[in-house]
T-cell receptor, first 112, second 113 residues
Framework: SQQGEEDPQALSIQEGENATMNCSYK?????LQWYRQNSGRGLVHLIL?????REKHSGRLRVTLDTSKKSSSLLITASRAADTASYFC????????????FGTGTRLKVLA | EAGVAQSPRYKIIEKRQSVAFWCNPI?????LYWYQQILGQGPKLLIQ????????DSQLPKDRFSAERLKGVDSTLKIQPAKLEDSAVYLC???????????FGEGSWLTVV
């Protein structure tokens, strides 16, 4: 299984600080996606990074991918209380049905 | 652009009863997914459609769960009979293709008592 595993499971920071979450996976991938889920809501897509990319940015978000280490990180800079949510990575495979498998998530709490 | 629509949002049923969830994907999206998310866990893929064909249903409990995608657009997920462990959020999602960005609906919350 290429399931991603996020680390840490939970993270609590002060508003204005940076938050870093990591995702590790087991098998080769084509793409890796990061999602945010607010309590009681559906998942919102943040960034998709392909296996031939090393870094992508979107506003205050920065995602890196290291295929040699089979890991990715999501950095949220200058965090806000509204960033409080669970964050999931999802990885696909390089063969078969290319289905995306989600990790167990990092629960981020940003304190005002 | 309208997002993925799901109904009902909330459902409470007794064990051994049946329930059905409906999903309307984003217009033009060929790939449709049903995920099950148990509280505190990540979403688990139940079934993936490409147009109206099943691409993957390896984790669908076929003795009680069924799903179909009518005419390659709307989809329904049915559970019969429900068990207590089926209590979860059922997330429908769609994408333009199997390797592309997945867009999720708000989910259908099921409580089995």
């Amino acid at each position: 299984s290429q399931q991603g595993e996020e680390d840490p499971q939970a993270l609590s920071i002060q508003e204005g600080e940076n938050a870093t979450m990591n995702c590790s996976y087991k098998t080769s991938i084509n793409n890796l996606q990061w999602y945010r889920q607010n309590s009681g809501r559906g998942l919102v897509h943040l960034i998709l990074i392909r296996s031939n990319e090393r870094e992508k940015h979107s506003g205050r978000l920065r995602v890196t991918l290291d295929t040699s280490k089979k890991s990715s990180s999501l950095l949220i800079t200058a965090s806000r209380a509204a960033d409080t949510a669970s964050y999931f990575c999802a990885t696909d495979g390089t063969s078969g049905t290319y289905k995306y498998i989600f990790g167990t998530g990092t629960r981020l709490k940003v304190l005002a | 652009e309208a997002g993925v629509a799901q109904s009902p949002r909330y459902k409470i049923i007794e064990k051994r009863q049946s329930v059905a969830f409906w999903c309307n994907p984003i217009s033009g999206h060929a790939t449709l997914y049903w995920y099950q998310q148990i509280l505190g866990q990540g979403p688990k893929l139940l079934i993936q459609f490409q147009n109206n064909g099943v691409v993957d249903d390896s984790q669908l409990p076929k003795d009680r769960f069924s799903a179909e995608r009518l005419k390659g657009v709307d989809s329904t997920l049915k559970i019969q009979p429900a068990k207590l462990e089926d209590s979860a959020v059922y997330l429908c999602a769609s994408s333009t293709g199997p390797r592309n960005t997945i867009y999720f609906g708000e989910g259908s919350w099921l409580t089995v008592v």
